[in-house]
């Protein structure tokens, strides 16, 4: 992506350079700016510097641009002759402002944006101090209204950023929900029974409940802290939610167990669903651990409801605990019939 944004400038650089060869600040400026960029694309490609240190550079190259054009518009050029060059300049002025939270983060955007906002104003400001009627001219005017329009665009973005973060936060580290687990941030088991319910009574036909358990994993003593294993259940959680389907029902309904509401076309295909899954967790290590889970799944035969279904599964899952680990079975396995019921749906 950088190296794209960058071609564009480097582009645009010397079209306008070839457009404006009599302008005597163009003449000088220009070069140098697209001299900086071809630079900092040539360090992108070809060497392993940091990115966050290229962004900066390029952002500094940029407003020391900027700036001199202000400078040259508000203190060389006679009044009333730099407003074409302002209009030209000003959305640039207000990309740059946008760029900041784009390549710096949130963090750091702030400091830049005041120390550009800043730079603007104060030349404004030794402008009017120099020559009070300037205040009245267009030049001053125009920058006047860019640096309303960049405080709007700035604050609009903050506000944004900070509502967008809010909410990931509220959906996938369940802060200030209600009905939420606080560790993975999914639906917990009472808000996941009454989806189930509702889900159920809606359209039983194909609905199946998958339980899933994070197997236990053997941890060397001393190589992992411990809340490793609430990690890893956080991990595995963020990777099956990013396999599940929009339409399926993502919850946790007990420590380090999961569970999966979501419709099939009949038994096989859930279950070729619950082995896709078992093996994109296993793909997915977390600090050298490869994660495994044991999954039991029932798919409604017409008889349950929904509550029921949910019981069915986790008898199923204890079943497929009490075979091994890391493996998939397909129930209702009946309590009576111990491990041969437990082989016989497995086979099934």
Not at 211 to 228: C, T, V, W, Y
Request: aromatic share 4%; glycine share 10%; with cysteine.
């Amino acid at each position: 992506m950088s190296r794209r944004v960058l071609s564009v400038l480097l582009v645009a650089a010397l079209l306008t350079a070839l457009y404006a060869r009599h302008d005597p600040f163009e003449q000088l400026a220009l070069p140098a700016l697209s001299t900086l960029l071809a630079g900092v694309l040539a360090a992108v490609s070809l060497t392993r510097t940091p990115l966050r240190t290229l962004h900066v550079t390029g952002l500094l190259g940029a407003w020391t641009y900027v700036l001199a054009k202000v400078v040259y518009v508000l203190f060389i050029m006679t009044s009333g002759q730099g407003l074409p060059t302002l209009l030209g300049l000003a959305p640039w002025v207000l990309v740059l402002l946008a760029s900041h939270m784009w390549l710096l983060g949130l963090r750091w955007s702030g400091a830049v944006n005041a120390a550009a906002g800043g730079s603007l104003l104060a030349l404004v400001l030794a402008r009017v101090t120099q020559d009070p009627a300037a205040l009245h001219s267009p030049e001053v005017g125009a920058l006047v209204q860019v640096l309303v329009a960049g405080g709007v665009l700035l604050a609009g973005q903050r506000s944004t950023t900070n509502r967008v973060m809010g909410t990931m936060r509220r959906d996938l580290l369940g802060q200030d929900a209600p009905g939420r687990d606080a560790l993975t941030g999914l639906p917990d088991r009472r808000t996941l029974e009454q989806l189930l319910e509702r889900i159920y009574r809606r359209s039983p036909d194909g609905l199946v409940v998958a339980m899933i358990a994070l197997d236990r994993p053997d941890l060397k003593s001393g190589e992992h802290g411990p809340s490793f294993e609430a990690r890893l259940l956080a991990h595995v959680a963020r990777v099956v939610l990013g396999t599940v389907r929009d339409q399926d029902v993502l919850g946790c309904v007990a420590e380090g167990q999961l569970a999966i509401v979501m419709h099939a076309p009949d038994a096989r295909a859930a279950r070729a669903a619950c082995e896709r899954l078992r093996v994109r967790v296993a793909s997915r290590p977390l600090d050298g651990v490869n994660p495994t889970v044991s999954v039991g799944l029932v798919c409604a035969d017409g008889h349950l409801d929904g509550l029921a279904l949910l019981r069915e599964a986790e008898d199923t899952l204890a079943a497929v605990q009490a075979l091994g680990t890391n493996r998939v079975l397909l129930g209702p396995v009946t309590p009576d019939a111990g491990e041969a019921g437990a082989l016989r749906a497995q086979l099934a």
